[in-house]
């Protein structure tokens, strides 16, 4: 199993940033597509960027298009999640995950079955 850990998770007022990172151990980044989730509570976990090291590809959920931005540290073995304007409604548990049938981004969405996940970080949006 892949190992993920997130940090950098905290309270921000809205139209603040927070910085998340996502440090994996036990394997390289070089080798599957980096994924972030959030699950806000009573609502269903969804995606919302993905980080390909194998072709550069990215790709951001809508609602977060503009505003989060996704890179990599590749001497850390780490990828962030930049997330600038922050809303209330980007309030929830984010975290990163990956499985190694995934090697790139899709442009159509995420996938629904991902193996490996980190233990989430708490994002807090309010004034």
């Known amino acids: 199993q892949l190992q993920l850990v997130e940090s950098g998770g905290g309270l921000v007022q809205p139209g603040g940033s927070l910085r998340l990172s996502c440090a994996a151990s036990?394997?390289?980044?070089?080798?599957?597509?980096i994924y972030w989730f959030r699950q806000a509570a009573g609502k269903e976990r969804e995606g919302v960027s993905c980080?390909?090291?194998?072709?550069?590809?990215?790709y951001y959920a809508i609602s977060v298009k503009g505003r989060f931005t996704i890179s990599r540290d590749n001497a850390k073995n780490t990828v962030y999640l930049q997330m600038n304007s922050l809303k209330p409604e980007d309030t929830a548990v984010y975290y990163c995950?990956?499985?190694?049938?995934?090697?790139?981004?899709?442009?159509?969405?995420?996938?629904?079955?991902?193996?490996?996940w980190g233990q989430g970080t708490q994002v807090t949006v309010s004034s």
């Open positions: 036990a394997f390289t980044l070089d080798y599957y597509a």
């Open positions: 995950a990956a499985d190694p049938r995934y090697y790139y981004c899709s442009g159509f969405g995420f996938p629904t079955d991902i193996g490996s």
């Open positions: 980080f390909s090291s194998r072709d550069g590809s990215t």
